[in-house]
């Protein structure tokens, strides 16, 4: 069965701290994506990897950072956090053509 | 620029009618579609999906129309049932962008017992 995993649900930060998101799938899928989710807004994407330690530019990247060591791992990074960070957070993985599978998601709140 | 556009934010419907949710695009690259379903604190669930290389696709209760003159598709339910009861994201991807996702904003949908 496909499985993508986050470390956490949910994370509580204060402003001007490091945040690591980690995303972890099982089903050797070159492609994966980090997007958050904010009411009204849908889902948009900040950064995604195609090949173990590439990555290109989503829609909305500023802020964040990503890395990508070994195929089944994926991890965002945020700088110094913000409060407008303040969101959903949705790791999901793909093979090169086909269906995204979506982790739970990691609600992160940044105080 | 907003490329996929879901433009009900919500929908009510009875339980056993059929729900009717609408999507547009407006990148003509765009030759595969997909429709994921979400509840709250949880992520998007798969739901059904669609080539450009075709006008229909049906699965079970759930049925997607894509109308490419048109740069439109639409999801329908028979019949509805109140756990279908979800936020539906319609989104559509093409090869040249390493099939990356672009998401619509989403409808709520509601089904009344």
């Known amino acids: 069965d496909v499985k993508v995993t986050q470390s956490s649900r949910y994370l509580v930060k204060r402003t001007g701290e490091k945040v690591f998101l980690e995303c972890v799938q099982d089903?050797?899928?070159?492609?994966m994506f980090w997007y958050r989710q904010d009411p009204g807004l849908g889902l948009r994407l900040i950064y995604f990897s195609y090949d173990v330690k590439m990555k290109e530019k989503g829609d909305i990247p500023e802020g964040y950072s990503v890395s990508r060591e070994k195929k089944e791992r994926f991890s965002l990074i945020l700088e110094s956090a913000s409060t407008n960070q303040t969101s959903m957070y949705l790791c999901?993985?793909?093979?090169?053509?086909?269906?995204?599978?979506f982790g739970p998601g990691t609600r992160l709140t940044v105080l | 620029d907003q490329q996929v556009k879901q433009n009900s934010p919500s929908l009510s419907v009875q339980e056993g009618r059929i729900s009717i949710l609408n999507c547009d695009y407006t990148?003509?690259?765009?030759?595969?579609f997909l429709w994921y379903k979400k509840y709250p604190a949880e992520g998007p669930t798969f739901l059904i999906s669609?080539?450009?290389?075709?006008d229909k696709n049906e699965d079970g209760r759930f049925t997607v129309f894509l109308n490419k003159s048109a740069k439109h598709l639409s999801l329908h339910i028979v019949p509805s049932q109140p756990g279908d009861s979800a936020v539906y994201f319609c989104?559509?991807?093409?090869?040249?962008?390493?099939?990356?996702?672009?998401f619509g904003k989403g409808t709520l949908l509601t089904v009344n017992p």
């Open positions: 089903m050797d899928h070159e492609n």
């Open positions: 990148n003509s690259m765009f030759d595969y």
């Open positions: 989104a559509a991807s093409f090869g040249g962008s390493n099939y990356k996702l672009t």
């Open positions: 999901a993985s793909s093979l090169t053509q086909g269906v995204s599978f």
């Open positions: 669609i080539s450009s290389i075709k």
